[in-house]
């Protein structure tokens, strides 16, 4: 069993930074892909952006530039630094991770962007 646990959200001005954190733990293997989706009010879930293990990353267009997705593979944790935020980037972000065919999701973590 794999667990993910995200921190780091809050309430940002826009132009802030935020940056966010997914700690997994459990049964991990070392070829796996970790991602931060997120959910706006009222909309579906969308892919922001992922890393695999080997380092491959792919952003969604919205925060190329912007945002920035890493690993600690010694910790198990993937991070999303996110600058220049906007009101857009309001939503709940998760934490995913799939493994030998076997998706896991984090409980996600709220980032309200707001003057």
């Known amino acids: 069993q794999v667990q993910l646990v995200e921190s780091g959200g809050g309430l940002v001005q826009p132009g802030e930074s935020l940056r966010l954190s997914c700690a997994a733990s459990g049964t991990i293997f070392g070829i796996n892909t970790m991602a931060w989706y997120h959910q706006a009010p009222g909309k579906g879930r969308e892919l922001v952006a992922l890393?695999?293990?080997?380092?491959?990353?792919n952003y969604r267009d919205s925060v190329k530039g912007r945002f920035t997705i890493s690993r600690d593979n010694t910790k198990n944790t993937v991070y999303l630094e996110m600058n220049s935020l906007k009101s857009e980037d309001t939503a709940i972000y998760y934490c995913?991770?799939?493994?030998?065919?076997?998706?896991?999701w984090g409980k996600g973590t709220l980032v309200t962007v707001s003057s």
């Open positions: 890393i695999n293990s080997s380092g491959y990353t």
């Open positions: 995913y991770l799939i493994q030998r065919g076997i998706q896991y």
